[in-house]
Nanobody
Framework: QLQLVESGGGLVQPGGSLRLSCAAS????????IGWFRQAPGKEREGVAC????????KYADSVKGRFTISRDNAKNTVYLQMTSLKPEDTAVYYC??????????????????WGQGTQVTVSS
């Protein structure tokens, strides 16, 4: 059974950092593109970052460029989202998603068939 499990969320002060992990079970991530999405209360889900199966292509939302970095460790079957210089507006539930693919990346959530349950990130003083 294909599963994605996010971890690493929590409460952090503005300007702080967190690293989210997306671990896969039941399949290997090697030939999947992986996206990170977030949804804040009362707002639509938005794409944050995506990495291709090859790891060579990435996409970021303008709001996180220069602050967030997506990476993958296929040996650990895990994708990471390193978040720095966090702002209160980054507060949301963060989800990872997977879709078969090798050399492309997208922030369109409709392209993804497999989703994790999410992890809460709260940025507050």
């Amino acid at each position: 059974q294909l599963q994605l499990v996010e971890s690493g969320g929590g409460l952090v002060q503005p300007g702080g950092s967190l690293r989210l992990s997306c671990a896969a079970s039941g399949f290997t991530l090697d030939y999947y593109i992986i996206g990170w999405f977030r949804q804040a209360p009362g707002k639509e889900r938005e794409g944050v970052a995506c990495i291709s199966g090859s790891g060579t292509n990435t996409k970021y939302a303008d709001s996180v460029k220069g602050r967030f970095t997506i990476s993958r460790d296929n040996a650990k079957n895990t994708v990471y989202l390193q978040m720095t210089s966090l702002k209160p507006e980054d507060t949301a539930v963060y989800y990872c998603a997977a879709e078969p693919g090798w050399d492309w990346a997208t922030l369109n959530s409709n392209e993804f068939d497999y989703w994790g349950q999410g992890t809460q990130v709260t940025v507050s003083s």
